[in-house]
């Protein structure tokens, strides 16, 4: 009998690897990464298709002046060999910098994965002055993850365009200078690295992190267990876009506290009657906590001065979990078992 099942238990895993769908991309070919994804968006057009893998080795996947590649598939799987050695780039012209015009990638689709590899948008930021917007990650769909992700670039480097998404990030990289993780939706950020860049090219200036506009009842962009890594410029964690924007800082490790100034949020930039901008157990490198016991940041919204306070009780802070921001959804789940089979199919593959 136990010979039985595991003889049934071969066959079945058998034929799950042999039933998924896996593209590997010809090493180092962006337009061999191209036409993957092009097969993948039709093969994947459906809602209910099985998830589909395309496997992308260790190399430069340069696609020039190309913007704009569209996933619009659902349950698709960009599996790169590794996240410091696969690196998908364009480099817009910087005369077409803009938001909505220069991502390396744009989402359409729902439930859609990516591991191991880097996007970088090469656009030439500090010729755009003042403005350099060139967007890695332009997600307009929903339950996106990134598994060791890292985003290259300066303004809006991440660009959440849904009000109603969900995505989730974990362990991964996120560079910039200006707004440069903004945008709209529920997004969780578990112990990411998060690097602010170089302002300008003398480094003056000030950065800000992250730009949120959130639903009426969402709950933005939540930072846990982030580290932060300041090059030159000083910074704020967050200002207003618009909506009802919230943006909580979790068990955040400072690099540098210093260069965080001393308002912690930008309250130039919270210029929305409604905001929800908070901290939590913020720590320096060694460890020691430096989160002020009160910061109440005062700003004007439509005529009017109003005063917040950002530090969170610890009965406050409890309420930020994953399964109370994304519920029915498990991103830890999906990500587990995605994991899983990407390591059978890097093994698969490298035989």
């Known amino acids: 009998m136990k010979r039985f099942i595991l003889f049934s238990l071969v066959i079945w895993i058998s034929l799950t690897m042999q039933s998924q769908q896996v593209i590997e991309v010809k090493k180092g070919d962006a337009q061999s990464l191209l036409a993957a ?165 003398d480094g003056s200036g000030r950065n800000v992190i992250a730009a949120p506009r959130t639903a009426e009842n ?13 090059r030159v410029s000083e910074f704020t964690y967050a200002r207003a876009w618009h909506t009802a924007p919230r943006c909580t800082w979790l068990h955040t490790t400072l690099l540098t506290p210093e260069k965080l100034q001393p308002t912690r949020f930008d309250e130039q930039g919270l210029r929305t009657a409604e905001l929800d901008f908070k901290e939590y157990r913020t720590v320096d490198a060694g460890g020691r906590d430096v989160t002020p016991q009160s910061n109440i940041v005062t ?29 029915p959804w498990n991103p830890v789940k999906v990500l587990k078992q995605a994991e899983r089979e990407s390591r059978k199919l890097k093994k698969r593959l490298h035989r």
Request: negative net charge; proline residues 1%; hydrophobic residues 30%.
């Open 37 to 201: 994804i092009r097969q993948a968006n039709t093969t994947n057009a459906d809602m209910t298709a099985e998830r589909t893998y395309i496997f992308i080795p260790d190399g430069l996947y340069d696609l020039g002046e190309t913007v704009l590649t569209q996933i619009t598939g659902h349950h698709i799987a960009l599996i790169g060999e590794s996240m410091r050695g696969t690196i998908i780039r364009n480099a817009p012209d910087y005369r077409n910098e803009g938001i909505g015009k220069t991502a390396v990638l744009q989402n359409h689709g729902t439930g859609n994965y990516f591991q191991d590899l880097t996007l970088e948008n090469a656009l030439d930021y500090y010729v755009c002055r003042p403005a350099g917007r060139a967007v890695t990650l332009h997600d307009k769909g929903t339950q996106t993850i990134c598994n060791r992700v890292c985003l290259l670039s300066h303004q809006d480097t991440y660009y959440a365009d849904n009000l109603d998404c969900q995505h989730y990030f974990q362990n991964s990289e996120i560079h910039g200078t200006v707004d440069f993780i903004c945008g709209a939706g529920d997004v969780w950020f578990e112990q990411c690295r998060i690097v602010t860049e170089k302002r300008t090219e």
């Open 218 to 230: 969402g709950w933005g962009f939540v930072f846990n267990h982030c580290t932060i890594e300041n």
């Open 299 to 327: 700003f004007t919204a439509k005529g009017k001065s109003k005063a917040s306070e950002t530090i969170l009780s610890e009965r406050q802070a409890k309420q930020f979990t994953r399964q109370n921001v994304f519920k």
